[in-house]
């Protein structure tokens, strides 16, 4: 019971310094953020899916079913593939973050807002 | 007829791969480019038939039944948009040939835009939520590299800002695909549905529901939440920002509109008020936003958004006919900001710059061009017998049965916005004369007059369709209703995908 | 860069380790090897297409790394583009048998006969190898692309 406790705490942890990191003005901190912000939300979904312990949903070839309590393989699934696609997105973020240095020689966001500024 | 839903993904998918293998030679994918949108365009023509003849299709991916398997269902509001959604990929695709540099193109733009067609189709058919976040990462990895490729300064800073919001959004989506799941024990829409119709998880109900309108608020670029859209969608090229404003911010607002006529539409009443003073917020805050602006590309960003609050109406109000209007401003906003956007190039070729306070006397030189214009921004202004003003008709009609006259009133202000700020676009641009001492380095490809045909076609097509809208609105308006009808009662669509199993 | 980040090379000049670079003489043929095993079992046992593609990307990392971008291309042979559209294309092909047969899309099909070695084989099965492509060229796109600047 305590490890869900504890799983949650980790996730609010993870929420909090995300957003604190996002805030900051600097380019790389705030790819940082949003990588814990991602992990936040997958290790959300687990704490969420239910964890069960030592039972992995594997099943031996002479069986038809899983038998008793087993681990529920969907969220696992689920937190796969938002791990595989946030891989993908920080490729490219950091991709980003390196052109913006080259290009500008800053990674201050506060100096980026030439497309904010109202004419 | 029901084989044919995964066409509509696999299509764009074989477009992509194989003008990514053949990305040295830019013919061979203008060749396959064309093909593929046209195969797509005739796939989603032959499923809004089936859908109208035959009801609701679906299919179960890999024969997996129902709540457990991934759905891909096709109601009339799906295949209506992912008809609407090729004939604009098509359009943006021959726009492409001469609007494209060759430096982006042998990056492989032509693979990365089959690529966002995909998530975009994909998004409109699938019935399973994460199903629906997987499409939504594809299309938005896409338009990350669409947005940023090629470099340019203005290129970066507006990617910077598209990510950092669309990724928070997707963080968001994904805590509540968690939550849903942990509370739910399921996915699909369909199964989501009728758990949520049972009164047990009201509170936790409200709670999933703002998560899910926060998430897909940020794609639609509702009112607190649209600023990363002025500050990115008028820095790639031209084709890019057309079928990002055509498409994207709608894949949003369908995303919002099947939440929140299928899911949670039970006793979320509270929510529905609260879209209505989005609704009203988006609207004219994003009109006024238009006002100071100069840029062209820039004043159309806001007018987008100002019409992403139009389209939240109908679901605000949520009666059949409200729902009606918001489907067929759908058709037409989507059509409308494609073409004006497409537009900025005839503007940047014609004047060489998009500052409107340099352009002018574009009327003289090019009547023809300028009349299409004013059609399109008569049609974004509501003016009669436009496509424009019967979206607008409809849904004043339903604030009107509703009583709820503080939104009318929104939308005649907003629409009274809209008209001025498009009546300044074409004065600026194309009536007054050209200001004589520019002496700006950045405007002078004045003489130009050459336009491609390549260009001229796809905004002369849109400018057909959105005149026929108007005058023949009918049909257009007759699958509206009937989209409506079916969003409206959702039972029909829980039955077909459950097979009536509870 | 990634091998600057390893501090393995500097400005101009490439630094040359005689132990990692016979190491990894014998590492990549058994990283291959182990990743079209962990390909082979994945249908039943842990393993499947996108561990083995990641264990074969992270194989030829290893020789990036060891070597360099150059030459890793030249081992590679194929563009890691390429292989991607590969990848989709057999996918997509075994996605598509069973529509032909008239199932719904993406549904297994399976041969009747079990193949020494690689035993049942079916559309999941080459699904798993188109998975295992796109991983592997995926991944080599992104590492190549940001090695080389």
């Known amino acids: 019971m305590t490890v869900e406790v504890e799983l949650a705490l980790t996730v609010g942890g993870l929420y909090a310094a995300g957003l604190y990191m996002v805030l900051r003005r600097s380019i790389v901190k705030l790819v940082i953020g949003l990588a814990l912000l991602g992990h936040a939300a997958n290790l959300l979904i687990f704490t969420m899916g239910g964890l069960v312990r030592g039972q992995p949903p594997l099943m031996h070839p002479w069986d038809t079913r899983l038998w008793g309590r087993f681990a529920d393989p969907v969220p696992e699934a689920l937190i796969l593939t938002a791990i595989v696609i946030g891989f993908g997105v920080q490729a490219f973020a950091i991709v980003l973050i390196k052109r913006i240095y080259l290009d500008m020689g800053t990674e201050d966001l506060r100096e980026l807002q030439s497309t904010d500024i109202t004419p | ?502 | 860069m990634i091998g600057r980040a390893f501090g393995l090379s500097c400005e101009g000049c490439h630094m040359f380790s005689i132990v990692l670079a016979t190491a990894t003489r014998f590492l990549l043929p058994l990283l291959l090897l182990l990743s079209v095993y962990l390909l082979v079992r994945g249908h039943n046992e842990p393993g499947g297409g996108f561990v083995g593609g990641l264990v074969a990307a992270s194989a030829f990392s290893l020789y990036m790394i060891a070597f360099d971008v150059e030459k890793t291309r030249r081992l590679l042979r194929a563009e890691p583009r390429a292989l991607v559209g590969a990848g989709l294309l057999v996918a997509l092909g075994s996605a598509g048998v069973s529509p032909v047969l008239g199932k719904p899309f993406m549904t297994g099909v399976w041969l009747e006969r079990t193949l020494p070695v690689v035993g049942k084989v079916g559309t999941p099965f080459l699904f798993d190898v188109g998975v295992y492509l796109v991983v592997v060229g995926v991944c080599l796109m992104i590492l190549l692309t940001v090695a080389e600047e």
Not at chain 2, 78 to 87: F, G, I, N, R
Not at chain 2, 130 to 152: A, H, K, R, T
Not at chain 2, 286 to 312: E, K, Y
Not at chain 2, 448 to 468: D, K, N, Q, Y
């Open chain 2, 1 to 502: 007829m029901n084989n044919a839903l995964p066409l509509v993904i696999a299509i764009p998918m074989i477009t992509a791969v194989i003008s990514l293998l053949g990305r040295h030679r830019p013919g061979m994918q203008k060749g396959v480019g064309l093909a593929g949108s046209l195969a797509l365009l005739s796939t989603s023509i032959a499923i809004l038939a089936g859908v109208l003849l035959e009801g609701i299709l679906s299919v179960q991916i890999g024969n997996w039944p129902a709540p457990y398997g991934i759905t891909l269902v096709a109601d009339v509001l799906s295949s209506l948009l992912t008809l609407v959604a090729a004939v604009v990929v098509l359009l943006v695709s021959i726009a492409s040939w001469t609007e494209i540099d060759p430096d982006r193109v042998a990056f492989g733009y032509h693979p990365l835009l089959h690529i966002l067609t995909m998530g975009i189709c994909g998004s409109f058919l699938t019935g399973d939520v994460f199903n629906l976040y997987v499409w939504f990462e594809v299309m938005l990895i896409s338009s990350f590299v669409l947005l940023g490729f090629g470099g340019e300064r203005a290129q970066l800073e507006g990617t910077t800002k598209y990510v950092t919001l669309n990724l928070l959004s997707s963080t968001l989506f994904l805590a509540g695909i968690g939550v849903l799941y942990g509370t739910f024990g399921t996915l699909n829409m369909a199964d989501l549905a009728l758990q949520l119709r049972g009164p047990t998880h009201a509170h936790l109900a409200e709670t999933l529901a703002t998560l899910f309108l926060l998430a897909f608020g940020i794609k639609a670029a509702v009112f607190p939440l649209f600023f990363w859209l002025p500050a990115s969608y008028h820095t790639p090229p031209v084709p890019v920002s057309a079928v990002f404003a055509g498409l994207l911010t709608k894949v949003g607002i369908y995303a919002l509109v099947r939440f929140f006529t299928l899911i949670f539409s039970g006793d979320a009443a509270v929510m529905h008020r609260i879209i209505l003073v989005l609704a009203a917020f988006t609207m004219v805050v994003g009109i006024l936003g238009a006002l100071p602006q100069r840029d062209f590309r820039r004043i159309v960003s806001f007018n987008l958004i100002s019409h992403i609050g139009t389209l939240l109406v109908g679901l605000g109000i949520f009666t059949p006919l409200a729902l009606a209007g918001t489907v067929f401003y759908l058709m037409h906003d989507i059509v409308t900001k494609t073409c004006l956007f497409l537009f900025t190039s005839i503007v940047q070729r014609l004047g060489g710059c998009a500052d409107i306070g340099k352009l002018g006397g574009l009327y003289r030189s090019h009547p023809f061009m300028a009349l299409l214009f004013l059609l399109a921004a008569l049609s974004v202004g509501g003016i009669p017998p436009l496509s424009g003003f019967w979206g607008k008709l409809i849904l004043v009609q339903a604030g009107i049965a509703e009583k709820e006259y503080w939104l009318v009133a929104a939308v005649f202000g907003a629409g009274f916005l809209t008209l001025y700020s498009m009546s300044t676009l074409w004065s600026e641009v194309f009536w007054k004369d050209r200001p004589e001492a520019i002496g700006d380095p950045e405007c002078e490809c004045v003489g130009r007059t050459f336009l491609p045909l390549s260009l001229v076609t796809p905004i002369g097509i849109l400018v057909f369709l959105i005149v026929v809208m108007g005058i023949w609105p009918s049909p257009f308006f007759h699958l509206a209703e009937l989209a409506a009808r079916q969003l409206s009662d959702p039972q029909m669509y829980i039955q077909k995908i459950l097979q009536g199993k509870p």
